[in-house]
C-alpha cells in the first residue's frame, strides 16, 4: 500500500420516503429548506453554481454538477482536504421515493489524518488510546 | 476489530513507538542515529521500536550504505481511519433530518 494509491472509495445512504420526487426535491433544492437539514449554504440549482455549506466547525466548497428536476442532483464536496461527489438519485417508488444518496471519489490517502495537521493528530491518538484501552 | 487493526493498535499504543512514528511522519526521513537523539531512549530500544512499526507497516526501511533511513508509511492507517464510515452516520443523521423536515413541509 502507497499513498498514491488509486483506489477510491465511496458511502452510500438510501432509504424509501413516503413523499413524492418533487417535494423531496424543493428540500434538496431551495436554500432555507437546506439549512434546515443540512447545513447553511448559498447553493443556486445551476449547473456550474460555486457555493458553501457553513457549519459550525468549518465550511465545505461546493460546485453543482448535475440538475435533473426531481431525478438527479450532484454536486462536489470538499472539506477537509478531501475531494468528493455527492449524488441524490430520486426514483418514484410506490406514492412515494426511493432517495439514494452517494458519496464519492475520495482516495484512502486523503484522509484527513493523514496530512499531519496537529491537531488531528492529537485526536486521532486520543481516540486511539481510548479504544486501545477499552480491548485490554 | 479486524486483525489487522489489532496490529496497528498494539503498536501505537506504546508511547515510545508512537511518539517515534508521529517524528517520522513529521519530519521525513531519519537514520537510528538521529532519531535516538532526541528521543530520550537508547539506540538499541529506538531500533527495536522500528522493527515493530515496521513489521506493522508503518515505517519501512531503505539501507544506505552503513546506514538504514526509516520513514513513515501513513497509507498504513488506512484500516484505523475510516472515513466512510464516519461519513455513512453522517448521512444518516441527515436523512433523519430530512424526513422531519418533510413531514412539516405543505404540499
Partial sequence: MNATSPETL???????IPFPPEKIWRALTQPHLIEEWLMKNDFAPTVGHAF???????SVDCEVEVVEPNKTLSYTWSAFGLKSVVTWTLTPAGGGTHLRMEQSGFRPDQQPAYHGAQAGWQRFFAALERVVAKTD | MSKAQDV?????ADPSRRALFERLCRE???TVGALTDRSGISQPAVSK?????????????RPAGRQTHYSAQRAALA??????????????????RLEDLLKRMDQ
Fill in chain 2, 49 to 61: 521500536h522500528l522493527r515493530v512499526l515496521e513489521e506493522a507497516g508503518l515505517v519501512r526501511g
Fill in chain 2, 8 to 12: 496497528l493498535f498494539r503498536t501505537l
Fill in chain 1, 52 to 58: 458553501h455549506f457553513r457549519a459550525e466547525w468549518g
Fill in chain 1, 10 to 16: 465511496s458511502v452510500v445512504v438510501e432509504r424509501d
Fill in chain 2, 28 to 30: 521525513g526521513e531519519a
Fill in chain 2, 79 to 96: 484500516p484505523l481511519v475510516d472515513w466512510t464510515s464516519h461519513m455513512v452516520g453522517f448521512w444518516r443523521d441527515r436523512f433523519d
